[in-house]
């Protein structure tokens, strides 16, 4: 394979003609691709989550391609559904939450009186995370902007629901969700904890819709 190495100059140059004009740069972004452009190239994403959300960006048609890729066995991820009760409540604590800093003492009572209680395949959070680590996302996104710092281990249903209701990026991918429709299932998905995975590992894969093959890697950090 051939390497063409694009200096970080033209790359910084892009982002900040963007941030002047105010228009997206598309010279090294691939999200200007239309559906049809991605749905021809990648035919096996047959989710159709709300309109809003585009299926290519979300995990859940990629799940089976990661749990394999990282040899892990489909067991060992877990699913929790979160009810619209617990969302609505989500949001409002959230809300409240981002004025005062930190969470009320109610919403806090009250997100855990409402969370599940066991995953989506009936095991009992208490027995999961009996000494178990995760690794916790959304759908949408991770809660890595979350008031803890979002990037250690989840350790308890406590730090879970606390994590999605201090994270910014998880209300606003569960809005996104629900725009078009409130009653659109929301899931966490909970995967072992590697403590080998570190953002300062992280590579980037890019596959232009127009190839169906890698184009390019790029370190993420």
């Not at 004009?21 to 559906?35: A, D, I, K």
């Not at 969470?103 to 095991?123: H, K, Q, V």
């Not at 994270?167 to 995967?191: K, N, P």
Request: with cysteine; hydrophobic share 40%; net charge neutral.
């Amino acid at each position: 394979m051939n390497l063409s190495i694009l200096p970080y100059s033209a790359i910084s140059d892009a982002f900040a003609s963007a941030s002047t004009t105010g228009r997206e740069q598309t010279l090294f972004n691939t999200h200007h691709h239309t559906s049809t452009e991605i749905s021809t190239a990648l035919p096996h994403l047959t989710h159709q989550p709300p309109s809003s959300i585009q299926p290519w960006v979300l995990l859940s048609p990629w799940l089976p391609i990661i749990t394999s890729t990282q040899g892990l066995p489909p067991s060992s991820v877990h699913l929790i559904r979160l009810p619209g009760p617990f969302l609505s409540l989500l949001t409002s604590a959230f809300k409240v939450g981002i004025y005062m800093g930190r969470m009320n003492a109610s919403d806090a009572e009250d997100l855990d009186e409402c969370f599940p209680r066991a995953t989506t395949r009936g095991l009992p959070l208490s027995e999961l995370f009996a000494g178990g680590k995760y690794f916790a996302r959304l759908d949408t996104c991770s809660l890595k902007d979350a008031a803890d710092g979002g990037r250690g281990a989840v350790t308890s249903v406590e730090q879970l629901w606390t994590r999605l209701a201090t994270s910014a990026r998880a209300c606003q991918g569960i809005w996104s969700l629900r725009a078009q429709d409130e009653d659109v299932a929301v899931y966490v998905y909970l995967f072992p904890w590697n403590k080998g995975m570190k953002t300062s590992l992280e590579y980037r894969v890019f596959c232009p819709p127009d190839r169906g093959r890698i184009a390019a890697v790029s370190q993420y950090r």
